[in-house]
């Protein structure tokens, strides 16, 4: 039943540790302050422990699943589309009636649908506005830390989301998160409808493996709820069509969508004008406008019309830095700053915040930098539209002010499409298996998840690089690629 030795093995491992993962979150994961209907509450410390355990088990369960899986079909197994499909049902199931899990984000979301429901301006306000005992309440009560009363940094299109599934369930708590878990499955789904369309025919099978089954996706979309997932899969859409299907208007007005869940998917249009500038006639200066401006204009367009049609307001605008405020570990400018100000301090007295905040700057101005020049390699032929896409969002996410483990996400799925058994696709693999366990089920991030980040690291760049068999034959080799057989799509 456990054997690993075929695709069916894997899946039945990997859902075994989903069900772990869920059952470990019934016991510590970030449960809401109030549940009128007694199914989620903190179970105190001497049951939560054992929950953190059992969700660490069921994610090694699953990384070794899908580690393996990837293996199989490296070596060449003719893994079906129907059958990644199945193993996507199976490794998701267990998770959608769990609590949430890994971060207490979707009651920020939930409360933010209750202020528009009720009128608030969620661009000035934050979710502390809200009656205790009125619509969203309870979600205002479960929203952690600081987030209470700042205000959303998030487009119209995912507010009018929230708002829909608040006035659907009456801001109930338990409804309204398993609402916004549908919304999640359907992100899944786009990413995997999209993936079929974006990758070439022959690495169909090591697409959908990186880039819809990663474990780092399930843990932090299906179990997270967190609104990258909708992002990743109507920006990978409007991509596909704008590059693969020729229907750049179509694909740019989805990322324009997309950017109306969170603004850095407003990337991908960049990469859509440089495959409009290479297909249009006519002289340079023709090319290049259209290509600037077109996805753009069109971009632009539907912005302003999903605003107005939300009747939130133009305030999304000025509220995209407020992210940026948060200082995460993962992030490496951020770190940099951090200490060189506090040296600073220790050496002259000078202020740390404004060496903090040039260090910062510095990071996304290199990250421009790097954007613009794959940009350019693109528009040269050098590289796949698609794939110069997916590493811009790598250098602008190693390089941002704030760095969440599910933001890599922005990156791996096109990645996945272009180059999934390649060097980047590799890296991205090992990234995936680590930053699974940086978060902890109830949300925080413990000193021990970044222990066992490190040394699920370590263990894939040792197996990726030995090529030799280990910890029972648990490996992606290179030599062999997915793409020397064609999977069928049946």
Known sequence: MWSLRSVAGCRRLGAAGSVAVALGGWAAGTMPARDPWGLWFPRGADTARPGVLLACAGLTLLVVAWWRYGRLIAEGAVVRVRATAATLGWWTAPLLLAPPLYSADVYSYIAQGAMVVEGHDVYRSGPNVLAPDGVGGAAAASVGGHWTDTPAPYGPVFLLLA??????????????????????????????????????????????????LNPLLLVHVAGGLHNDGLMVGLLLAGTALAVRGGRWVAGSALVALAMMIKSPAALALLFIGVVVGRETSGPLIRRAAKGLLGPGAVAGAVAVGATLLAGTGFGWL?????????????????????????????????????????????????????????????????????????LAFLALVALSPMVQPWYLLWAVPLLAATAWNRRTGRAVTILSAGLVYVTAPDGRTPAYGFALAVVACAIGAQLLLRRADFAAGIWLPSPRRAEDREPSRA
């Open 163 to 212: 708002k829909a599934v608040v006035s659907a369930t009456g801001g109930q708590i338990v409804p309204a998160v398993l609402g916004m878990r549908l919304v999640a499955v359907a992100a899944l789904a786009l990413v995997f409808w999209s993936l079929l369309r974006l990758a070439p025919r022959r690495a169909t099978a090591g697409a959908l493996w990186l880039g819809a």
């Open 318 to 390: 000025r509220t995209q830095s407020v992210a940026g405020t948060i200082h995460t570990a993962l992030s490496l400018t951020s770190d940099l700053g951090v200490a060189l100000g506090e040296s600073m301090y220790f050496l002259s007295g000078a202020e740390p915040d404004p060496v903090k905040r040039a260090v910062q700057a510095m990071g996304l101005t290199l990250a421009i930098a790097l954007i613009a020049y794959l940009a350019s390699c693109a528009a040269r032929g050098l590289l796949d539209p698609p794939h110069a896409l997916g």
